[in-house]
Nanobody, 121 residues
């Protein structure tokens, strides 16, 4: 099976930076779009940023200019560099792989377990 494992969350002061990483494990041939989503307490999960296998990116308006998504296709990893963090960025951040091609099957909609980012004011 395929698993996504996030790391890099933590506590940071407003204006600070964090870098999240997400590693996909398993026997993987290819992953198309990957992305980061977040869910704040009492709110629905929302898109933060996505990146295709061809490195085309998309960002939520709330993070444009502050966050940068990137990926390493050879390592099956995706990253989220978060700068100028604000208290409203506080949330659990989830990694997502839209479509994972494995030797004998294709798996859709894989999610990691999440990593908590807390931004203090």
């Amino acid at each position: 099976q395929v698993q996504l494992v996030e790391s890099g969350g933590g506590l940071v002061q407003a204006g600070g930076s964090l870098r999240l990483s997400c590693a996909a494990s398993g026997t993987i041939f290819a992953i198309n779009a990957m992305g980061w989503y977040r869910q704040a307490p009492g709110k629905q999960r929302e898109l933060v940023a996505t990146i295709t296998s061809g490195y085309r990116t998309n960002y939520a308006d709330s993070v444009k200019g502050r966050f940068t998504i990137s990926r390493d296709n050879a390592k099956n990893m995706v990253y989220l560099q978060m700068n100028s963090l604000k208290p409203e960025d506080t949330a659990v951040y989830y990694c997502n792989a839209e479509r994972v091609q494995m030797p004998s099957k294709i798996v859709f909609g894989v999610w990691g377990q999440g990593t908590l980012v807390t931004v203090s004011s």
